[in-house]
């Protein structure tokens, strides 16, 4: 059974940063795309950022640059650091594995105040 573990969330002004955790376990980590999503009150979850199984990455949403998603294969773990913090990237940010399988993490909240 595929488990997600996020971690890393927090409250943060505006400006600050954040690095977000997940934890995958159950599945052939090193050959699947990985995925962070977020879902800020009142909107649909949106996909962040990917990353593929030989580390090619996709910012999916017009963060300027200021997210940047990693991955470690030997430690099943995917990352995503998150500098100069908007009140606008409020959210609770998921992790998802496959990056367009079933399978989801319960999720990390950030709060970013102005």
């Known amino acids: 059974q595929v488990q997600l573990v996020e971690s890393g969330g927090g409250l943060v002004q505006a400006g600050g940063s954040l690095r977000l955790s997940c934890e995958v376990s159950?599945?052939?980590?090193?050959?699947?795309?990985l995925g962070w999503f977020r879902q800020a009150p009142g909107k649909a979850r949106e996909l962040v950022a990917s990353?593929?199984?030989?580390?090619?990455?996709s910012n999916a949403v017009d963060a300027q640059g200021r997210f940047t998603i990693s991955r470690d294969n030997a430690k099943n773990m995917m990352y995503l650091q998150m500098i100069n913090l908007k009140p606008e990237d409020t959210a609770v940010y998921y992790c998802?594995?496959?990056?367009?399988?079933?399978?989801w993490g319960k999720g990390t909240l950030v709060t970013v105040s102005s």
């Open positions: 990353i593929t199984s030989d580390g090619t990455t």
């Open positions: 998802r594995a496959p990056l367009w399988g079933p399978y």
């Open positions: 159950g599945t052939i980590f090193n050959i699947i795309a």
